[in-house]
């Protein structure tokens, strides 16, 4: 426990700043004021930061009343320079002395390394904590980040929203604190709905919860917080309705009340005509309700919003807000009605009238693409007739919806893909298609759901393929920060579709034939491709580090081929299961060496079978043809791990190898034959891994 100390508490009123500016400036106002107790020498027991609409608050409990006294050493002239010749101080001695009001007795000396110099032990006291804080306040509002800030008045202060009044209290005084034509005190405003000009006198810091809930306001943000969950939670207690508790709401409907209460509502119910996330999208994003399914699961005409307001005047509150919501829902069903009139194909012309990017054309001619592109996929995964014809079908439609009414909106515009579902099945579109048409958007980001359906999947796959490679082939690599046409997603879906619907094909090719529906421009150049590839490959060793493969293990199976997804993660699973045991790493130390000694051979040599002339020479050779077929038939069955026995199996020979043969002999003959040996030794472990990149016994190749 701190003694000396005193509670501190600062509240920053304004008018209602929005609720995504709120947490970062309440983050911000907490970590300035721990930086400043730091750098002040003082401590705190308790020090929390908390906010509503229209306050930011900072407690701090049991805050140091006074820094502590600071001991310093002052350092002034060496020895050999702070004497006369007769022993009296020096002039350098006695300015020393006069500039930290010290005599002679005062000086003690020490060595610095390159002799004694004069020291002085100087007692600096601490200052007041009171006389500290007011230049920490003004200088902490004005610092405050929001995404944009405001002047208002006479002053000149930047701020999210006009300040309308300062709380500072320090124990039960207040400070003197004047900013922006405002004067610190320790009144308080309460909740609007009993009157603008509602105060509440706050005693000392440790009364400021208790006094702000006395009007109507409910400042600690995590009780808030809790508060409008239980009420959601135990609204419906017969288990005949319930709640969308969506927690993105639910949090946002924190930072926009003070004194929550849950009411009631209804629209008419021949808007359940809709697709439900129509409405849900209408009520919820942006109106802030929380939308009521019935015990199976269905929308209701029911909905519950969280008031701000006078709760006994929730009846009229009640009717205010079905009237809000009742014009957006008609808008919406205006929309869906105008725009199911005709089939959903019929959008698909209107795309050549939005261009997806300059360079690369309309969305009409991305959509050409991306139907070549899933009908090659399909192609390639040797689909039935059928299944090709619908992922073709789903990728003519699976941008139709963008030029529709609904989404032409801006209200709607996260809806992408899921209208486009729903008109495709008031077209009479198959099952799949419309699902395909939904899903294609998948994954939105790394722990979005991956498409669900066939056509889902082959259509994601082309549509991001197309994007990706189009957008890096006319030179507009991401950066850091910087990513428009969010690559980064969209390549990380590709390899997750892959990996994950285990695929049986080539990405390489598939990027080759992506980059040659760009026929007609300029993005298909060798050192596009190369940087293409290279975009993916970084994104595949993120795929397998989320595998949880070590990163050796991920380089060693990278650098022969990464383009059939299908068979590199199951080389490095097994790679991984095996990379530890004893056997496998002795192996390993011998593959570096077999590797070491050819690396400077470039030449790709052929084996004389006459030039075999030492017996462990002989047994290799033999052990490697042997091991070729064993290899190639577990190859074709995707047994690594079968195929990493049969390599164990070969190690006995190639330490017996090493051990009788001379490797790098005078006979230039037989040195080209044993190099040719190991060249093949070398392109039979190839074709799983690379086991010279493999960390074992915490070395990495020699």
Known sequence: MILLSKDFLLEIGSEEIPAGYLKDASSFLESSFRAFITESRLQAEIVRTTYTPRRLTLLASGLQARQTDLDIIKTGPAKRVSFQPDGTPSAALNGFLRSNQASPADV?????????????????????TDKLLPGWITAVIGSVPFPKKMRWGWGGLDFARPLRWLVCLWGNEILPVQLNGLTA?????????????????????????????SVQVIADREQRYGLIRRQLEDFYTSGEYRVDLDEGLLQTVTDLVEYPAAVEARFEDKFLALPDRIITSTISTNQKYFAV??????????????????????????????????????????????????????????LESVVFQADLGTLKAKTERVVEIASHIARQLCLSDREKALAERTALLCKADLVTKMLCEKEFTKLQGYIGMHYALASGEPQEVARGVYE??????????????LTGSIVAVADKLDTVCGIIGIGMLPTGSADPFALR???????????????????????????????RLEVSSEANRETILGYFHQRINWYLSQLQIDYDVVDSVMHIDFGNLLHLIERARALQQYKAQDGFVRLVIGFKRVSN?????????????????????KALHSVLL????????????????????????????????FDDVLVNTEDEQLRQNRYALLQQVRRAFLKVADLSLLVVEGKSAP
């Open 108 to 128: 003690f000396w020490q060595d610095n390394g390159k002799g004694e110099v004069a020291c002085l032990r100087i007692s600096q006291p601490g200052q007041d």
């Open 626 to 657: 042997r091991l070729e077929k064993d290899i190639e038939t577990e190859l074709g069955k995707l047994h690594y791990t079968e195929v990493l026995n049969h390599l164990v199996g070969i190690r006995a020979a190639i330490d017996k190898f």
């Open 597 to 617: 000694i050819i690396k400077d051979e470039k030449q790709q040599l052929k084996i004389s079978e006459k030039l075999l002339a030492e017996p462990a020479e």
């Open 440 to 453: 294609h958007y998948l994954p939105r980001g790394q722990n979005d759901e991956l498409p669900s359906s």
């Open 293 to 350: 399914r019935d015990a199976s699961g269905s929308l209701t005409d029911r909905f519950l919003f969280i008031s701000n307001g006078d709760p006994r005047f929730s009846d009229l509150i009640r009717r205010g807000n079905e009237k809000v919501v009742k014009p957006r829902l008609e808008d919406a069903m205006w929309y869906f009605q105008e725009d199911t009139k005709q089939p959903l194909e019929s959008y698909v012309p209107h």
């Open 185 to 213: 005190g320790r009144s308080s405003f309460g909740n609007r709905y009993p009157g603008l000009n509602t105060t509440v006198d706050i005693s000392d810091p440790s009364a400021y919860f208790d006094a702000l809930r």
């Open 489 to 519: 997603r969209a390549a990380n879906g590709v390899v997750q579709i892959i990996a994950e619907g285990k695929w049986d094909l080539d990405l390489t090719d598939l990027i080759h034939y992506t980059l040659e529906c760009f026929r």
